[in-house]
């Protein structure tokens, strides 16, 4: 036997069609999954926003049921924040301003503005909050809603809270509705989808 019969096959590389037709397919399902996965972090973010709007009512019930107090929530029309304030709180001038901006501030305990203050995420805002009218809060406070804060939501030292709707919207114009019930306090976030803001 002669050394050229034991030669090893010649290897094959790609061609330049080859390559080509893989980069083209490449960029085909791209063009799918992106939209996808930036549907996803929209959906996400909504149902984070839903999430911490949800933990500040229970903040709220749980610290009207230890106090003995009556504490309000309530939220920034076309807005991203909210505040959980006592009633106490509520009454004083100051709690009708919105806080400034300033991340590094520092919070403090008696800072009315900023104690249990949140902020929804990036690119969420409350589209619109239907409160169910609270006769203690009128009494308290007289016409509510006024000014850059919606109608307070009520939540009472016996568990109770007022009757509450509250729908967030990302930019995109996805939704996702809060609902609060007012006889036992809790609250269910429904699915992500598009209703009206008007």
């Not at 094959?12 to 960029?27: H, K, Q």
């Not at 085909?28 to 500040?56: D, H, K, T």
Request: aromatic share 6%; with cysteine; net charge neutral.
């Amino acid at each position: 036997m002669s050394h050229a019969a034991k030669r090893p096959p010649r290897r094959r590389g790609l061609t330049l069609i080859e390559v080509c037709l893989v980069l083209t397919l490449l960029v085909v399902i791209a063009s799918f999954a992106v939209p996808l996965l930036g549907g996803a972090v929209e959906r996400r973010s909504l149902m984070s926003g839903a999430g911490m709007l949800q933990a500040g009512w229970t903040r709220a019930r749980l610290a009207a049921m230890q106090s003995g107090q009556t504490y309000v929530v309530r939220l920034q029309p076309k807005g991203s924040q909210f505040q959980v304030l006592s009633l106490d709180q509520l009454a004083l001038p100051e709690s009708q301003e919105l806080p400034a901006e300033n991340p590094d501030a520092e919070e403090t305990p008696y800072d009315i503005l900023r104690f249990f203050k949140t902020r929804l995420p990036s690119g969420v805002i409350f589209g619109r909050a239907d409160v169910a009218n609270s006769n203690q809060l009128t009494a308290t406070m007289g016409s509510s809603g006024d000014g850059p804060w919606s109608t307070p939501i009520v939540f009472r030292p016996d568990g109770t809270t007022s009757d509450a709707s509250v729908l967030i919207v990302n930019e995109p114009g996805h939704t996702i509705r809060v609902t609060l019930r007012g006889l036992t306090g809790t609250s269910i976030a429904g699915e992500v989808g598009k209703e009206d803001v008007q």
